[in-house]
C-alpha cells in the first residue's frame, strides 16, 4: 500500500482524500507521552472519535473520583458507633480497596505548539519579489 504524507487546514480537502489518519502527540507539545495513533476514516471520523473517547475518559474519571471519596468517606468515619471489631474490618478491606483502586487519568487537555523557524539565509521574501506595474 502507498501512503501520502498530507498537512492540510482544510477539512472538506482532508474528508475527501483521507483514508485514515495518524495521530502524533509529542511531550514537545505538552504531552504527557509521545504516541503515534491510528485512525481508520476520513477527517470527520477522526473528530468524531476523538469526541467519543473524550466523553467516555471523562465518564471513566467521574466514576474513579465518585469510587475514591466513597472509600475514603467510609475510612475517615470516627465514634463509638463505628469502633466495634465488624467495623474495623470493613475499614481494613476498604483500604485494601483504596490501595489498590486504579488512578484514572482526566481529559488531557491540548496544548499549543509553537514553532519558529530562523529567517532563511539568501532568500528574499516574497513582497521583495513583487514588481510594480502601472498600466
Known sequence: T????VV??????????????LELKSTLAGSSKSTLVHYS??????????SEQKVAQQR??????????????????DGKKY???AHQSQRKMKMKQLESLME???????SELVMRFPKPYGIFSPTENLISVKD
Open 2 to 5: 502507498d501512503i501520502l504524507l
Open 60 to 77: 471513566l474519571r467521574v466514576a474513579f473520583e465518585k469510587e475514591r471519596d466513597k472509600l475514603r468517606e467510609f475510612i475517615s468515619r
Open 41 to 50: 476514516g476520513d477527517y470527520a471520523t477522526y473528530l468524531n472519535t476523538l
Open 8 to 21: 492540510s487546514h482544510d477539512q472538506v480537502f482532508l474528508d475527501t482524500v483521507c483514508t485514515d489518519i
Open 83 to 85: 469502633d466495634n471489631p
Open 104 to 110: 484514572v487519568e482526566g481529559v488531557e487537555e491540548e
